[in-house]
């Protein structure tokens, strides 16, 4: 019996210890097929992703990124609110999870490229939406047409119907008034006294009412009217382009030589049948004699006339505001006419750019009174104007006086006209 007692209880031993064993092989196997959790991938509109089945602890793999029209994917996030980013090399997975699509909605800039006109602000759009028209830019001398979309100027932007999707300049298209082509815009000065010169050196000066050019003659002007130059031509080291001022123009081209018949006599000047004043007198059909202005006339008009608030330059004491001079012309050479600011008549550029040959011969003031004067009856240098596009500023004053030989022609220097009122 002790023996069969002992064979028993070794058996309740051996069971004891069996079931404690397979307690402990069970935990194992647990461990060792750990629960499974599903990833679901909520992309807000975008292409659907596929759910990942990843056990736990296990971490999800980063799937290719979704897309949507018209938005940028951003990350995933746990939760709705878009608050965590879920990382796909750190974060594990312990329960189910739906990560959820940030998307950030696309945007572009929209340029306008007004060439030499006003400003215009660039706008921010969302892809696939249109760009609001602005207002139109302004230009002096030119009309604006249309916004295109591209700087060859072949394909109108419309926007009631294009739509942008990519960041785009737009750029304008300019049609010239007929005001800077052959055409010449006249402004009329009435007649008046003011002190000429430095300090009045020269005296009250009393003049008759007259008109003279808005803007300085331009390259196109001079083409349409002598259908070609008389020598050197314009060039882009000094300025070109049809709304430039002509430069390399004497005056002796402007005025005519007796190699040709004479037009008419004006101030003591006889306009010869080959010169430009003549020439344009013809061509512009309404019976008047153009031709240079004198001295006085071109410095009343240039001090603003009747209307003068006594400025240094023409149209203001900030030479920048109103003139292209050696201290801001950059790049060097001439500019476009009227593209700085006006004097108190509308007039432009009577400081800087390109100076400008008067109808007088170079002579001495006198402080006496006078009306009308034309300056000497003969001398070796005729007057000029102005200041120019690379000069100083003294050379830019109202006031300031030079000359040149009236057979020069350079690349700095041109002309307005003028005429008598009737």
């Not at 793999?61 to 796909?88: H, S």
Request: charge should be negative.
């Amino acid at each position: 019996m002790k023996n069969i007692f002992f064979r028993l209880g070794n058996v309740a031993t051996i069971v004891a210890c069996l079931t404690v064993f397979l307690m402990f092989v069970g935990c194992d196997e647990e461990e060792d097929n750990p629960q499974e959790f599903t990833v679901t991938f909520n992309s807000g509109g975008g292409s659907d992703i596929a759910s990942q089945t990843v056990k736990e602890g296990g971490k999800a793999t980063k799937p290719n990124d979704p897309t949507r029209d018209g938005f940028t994917f951003d990350a995933w996030y746990k939760e709705a609110a878009l608050t965590g980013v879920w990382d796909f090399d750190t974060d594990v997975v312990t329960a189910d999870v739906t990560l959820h699509a940030k998307w950030t909605e696309n945007s572009f800039i929209v340029s306008f490229n007004s060439g030499e006109g006003s400003e215009v602000s660039s706008q921010v759009v969302k892809e696939g939406e249109k760009a609001v028209k602005p207002n139109d830019p302004t230009r002096d001398g030119f009309t604006f047409e249309a916004w295109y979309k591209e700087a060859s100027l072949t394909n109108v932007w419309d926007f009631d119907t294009d739509v942008v999707t990519a960041d785009v300049t737009l750029h304008a298209k300019w049609n010239e008034d007929e005001t800077h082509s052959g055409a010449l815009e006249m402004v009329s000065v009435q007649g008046g006294t003011f002190a000429m010169g430095e300090s009045g050196n020269n005296g009250q000066v009393t003049l008759s009412s007259y008109s003279i050019g808005k803007y300085q003659v331009t390259q196109e002007q001079w083409l349409a009217v002598m259908g070609s130059w008389p020598g050197t031509s314009p060039s882009s080291s000094y300025g070109l382009g049809d709304n430039y001022p002509a430069y390399w123009v004497s005056w002796n081209d402007i005025v005519g030589t007796s190699s040709s018949a004479a037009g008419y006599t004006v101030n003591g000047i006889t306009y010869y049948e080959n010169g430009f004043c003549y020439k344009y007198s013809q061509l512009s059909g309404d019976g008047k004699q153009y031709r240079l202005p004198t001295e006085a006339e071109w410095e009343f008009a240039a001090r603003g006339g009747n209307q003068t608030n006594n400025y240094i330059y023409s149209g203001s004491n900030n030479i920048d505001d109103v003139a292209w001079y050696g201290g801001n012309n950059t790049p060097d050479g001439s500019k476009p006419v009227g593209t700085k600011a006006p004097n108190e008549l509308g007039i432009y550029d009577m400081s800087g750019n390109v100076y400008e040959w008067c109808g007088d011969w170079l002579g001495t003031y006198t402080p006496d009174a006078k009306t009308n004067p034309i300056g000497p009856t003969s001398g070796s240098l005729r007057v000029d104007r102005g200041g120019c596009w690379f000069i100083n500023v003294e050379r830019c004053r109202v006031a300031h006086r030079d000359s040149f030989y009236p057979v020069l022609r350079i690349y700095n220097l041109g002309f307005r006209l003028a005429c008598s009122s009737e």
